[in-house]
């Protein structure tokens, strides 16, 4: 389910990445090419979509980023992501324990 949540989080920062670089910041981009008056989508209906799209895809991706940040918070979440240092923190030697050296007197 979490491999899921990450696929889809992936797939929406691509598709929101793509959307943001169609439009353009002037109110042309994708829309300033369809001019005529008889398309199916005018440049005012291309333009709103394109905004659409951009608030409904970020705010799907906080919404999965909080899930997902909610599934790693979790018990069974929590265990399956242990650090790959646990094991040397936990074997790790004390500093204060260091064997003292004689000393030439």
């Known amino acids: 389910m979490f491999n899921l949540i990450i696929v889809l ?7 929101l990445t793509l959307i943001v ?10 829309a300033a090419n369809f001019s005529a008056s008889n398309q199916i989508m ?6 709103d979509f394109l905004e659409k ?3 409904t895809l970020a705010g799907s991706l906080v919404f999965l ?8 918070s979790t018990s069974e979440g ?13 074997n790790a030697v004390d500093p204060t324990n260091i064997p003292l050296f004689p000393s030439s007197n």
Do not use: F, M, Y
Not at 9 to 15: D, G, T
Not at 78 to 90: F, N
């Open 9 to 15: 989080i992936v797939v929406i920062c691509v598709v």
């Open 21 to 30: 670089l169609v439009q353009n910041s002037k109110g042309g981009g994708l």
């Open 42 to 47: 005018g440049v005012r209906k291309t333009a």
């Open 53 to 55: 799209a951009t608030w």
């Open 78 to 90: 929590a265990s399956r992501s242990k650090s790959v240092l646990d094991p040397h923190i936990e």
């Open 65 to 72: 980023c909080v899930v997902a940040a909610l599934w790693l």
